[in-house]
T-cell receptor
Framework: EADIYQTPRYLVIGTGKKITLECSQTMGHDKMYWYQQDPGMELHLIHY???????EKGDLSSESTVSRIRTEHFPLTLESARPSHTSQYLC???????????FGSGTRLTVV | KQEVTQIPAALSVPEGENLVLNCSFTDSAIYNLQWFRQDPGKGLTSLLLIQSSQREQTSGRLNASLDKSSGRSTLYIAASQPGDSATYLC???????????FGGGTRLMVKP
């Protein structure tokens, strides 16, 4: 069983709303990641963190922001959601790349 | 920039067949390679992790091989079952960075 949790599992919201997608892991991993995946498309890295107070943007430009105040939490926030943000968002963590990566179940976001 | 390609993009086979999924990458300077399974609308489940110094890894009916010099990995599934139906993703972790580059996946359907 994966020890990385994402909430909510599904979310439908109106344009202009502020939302936060939660990601938590109980494994004490320093490294955490957010990937975006459009239906039938590849995963693209949008944010990552190597530890508390460390955040970086990934390869795919995103209007979302992240924070890492605690090791176990890596929330992603959209200040003003738009239909173009409709996608699946996947969170992952790793203690070190030697051990590979563990993914959460994802949040499927629909902005109407 | 690392590019990962998976062939075929989709595959439909009758139950019981042995099958091979292919993954190729353009930069052979990899740290390790990880195979994942993704069910529709769900997160990623790690199947096998191969370090750059390894040639293969096995888990049950799954066997993954790695030929780093030629930039290729294969995932072999023995005696396929309908429950194996899913999308299989190959992801490469480069020496230079600490993040994954994903292929587009192979959508597998195993018919009873």
């Amino acid at each position: 069983e994966a020890d990385i949790y994402q909430t909510p599992r599904y979310l439908v919201i109106g344009t202009g709303k502020k939302i936060t997608l939660e990601c938590s892991q109980t494994m004490g991993h320093d490294k955490m990641y957010w990937y975006q995946q459009d239906p039938g498309m590849e995963l693209h890295l949008i944010h990552y963190s190597y530890g508390v107070n460390s955040t970086e943007k990934g390869d795919l430009s995103s209007e979302s922001t992240v924070s890492r105040i605690r090791t176990e939490h890596f929330p992603l926030t959209l200040e003003s959601a738009r239909p173009s943000h409709t996608s699946q968002y996947l969170c992952a963590s790793s203690p070190d790349r030697f051990y590979g990566y563990t993914f959460g179940s994802g949040t499927r976001l629909t902005v109407v | 920039k690392q590019e990962v390609t998976q062939i075929p993009a989709a595959l439909s086979v009758p139950e019981g067949e042995n099958l091979v999924l292919n993954c190729s990458f353009t930069d052979s300077a990899i740290y390790n390679l990880q195979w994942f399974r993704q069910d529709p609308g769900k997160g990623l489940t790690s199947l096998l992790l191969i370090q750059s110094s390894q040639r293969e890894q096995t888990s049950g009916r799954l066997n993954a091989s790695l030929d780093k010099s030629s930039g290729r990995s294969t995932l072999y599934i023995a005696a396929s079952q309908p429950g194996d139906s899913a999308t299989y993703l190959c992801a490469v972790n480069d020496n230079a960075g600490n993040m994954l580059t994903f292929g587009g996946g192979t959508r597998l359907m195993v018919k009873p």
